[in-house]
T-cell receptor, first 113, second 115 residues
Framework: KAGVTQTPRYLIKTRGQQVTLSCSPI?????VSWYQQTPGQGLQFLFE???????NKGNFPGRFSGRQFSNSRSEMNVSTLELGDSALYLC????????????FGPGTRLTVL | AQSVTQPDIHITVSEGASLELRCNYS??????LFWYVQSPGQGLQLLLK??????LVQGIKGFEAEFKRSQSSFNLRKPSVHWSDAAEYFC?????????????FGKGTKLSVKP
């Protein structure tokens, strides 16, 4: 079974621009979560989608948003990019039950100049 | 508030030596605990998890972890480290809001292996 895939793997943007990252979960998985990883703050939870609905949300500003499609693929969008948004963005999927393990993708490395 | 503490930022061990990575958590209910490993430029790979039952959990790559409720700890161990184990290790606790949980991670412990 194919793992979690994320596209693109690397991205360079400038301040003020917006960006969209994509995540395809493991086949059959209905939950997708997004995390931001930075050297200073570590790994932080952004939000989780299940059956096209946001089910859980971390403590990030409204510039960070996401959505999930009927095939469980998910996108996250960051508007008005700031230098501090430079990070590795990780997507994780699971089958949807609360005890299911989250499986992570390789991440998208976003650099904001 | 829920939190995970990994006291050691960086550990260096010799190849073949034993390893213990420390993890302490703060969570009011019965925790669901995880150890993940991350190689440079890669995502996170699950090593093992604890939900309930036997407090000694076996994982992949020869790792094990022991849940100690009295100490709020979930330390990761390996009896003999291989050079390929050099990576960053993250302990996490699952926190539930609504019907599904998100993970709260520790800051990670970077493991270096000396030949």
């Amino acid at each position: 079974k194919a793992g979690v895939t994320q596209t693109p793997r690397y991205l360079i943007k400038t301040r003020g621009q917006q960006v969209t990252l994509s995540c395809s979960p493991i086949s059959g998985h209905r939950s997708v979560s997004w995390y931001q990883q930075t050297p200073g703050q570590g790994l932080q939870f952004l939000f989780e989608y299940f059956s096209e609905t946001q089910r859980n949300k971390g403590n990030f500003p409204g510039r960070f948003s996401g959505r999930q499609f009927s095939n469980s693929r998910s996108e996250m969008n960051v508007s008005t990019l700031e230098l501090g948004d430079s990070a590795l963005y990780l997507c994780a999927s699971n089958a949807g039950d609360r005890t299911d393990t989250q499986y992570f993708g390789p991440g998208t490395r976003l650099t904001v100049l | 508030a829920q939190s995970v503490t990994q006291p050691d930022i960086h550990i260096t061990v010799s190849e073949g030596a034993s390893l213990e990575l420390r993890c302490n958590y703060s969570y009011g209910a019965t925790p669901y605990l995880f150890w993940y490993v991350q190689s440079p430029g890669q995502g996170l790979q699950l090593l093992l998890k604890y939900f309930s039952g036997d407090t000694l959990v076996q994982g992949i790559k020869g790792f094990e972890a022991e849940f100690k409720r009295s100490q709020s700890s979930f330390n990761l161990r390996k009896p003999s480290v291989h050079w390929s184990d050099a990576a960053e290790y993250f302990c996490a606790v699952a926190v539930y809001g609504g019907s599904q949980g998100n993970l709260i991670f520790g800051k990670g412990t970077k493991l270096s292996v000396k030949p």
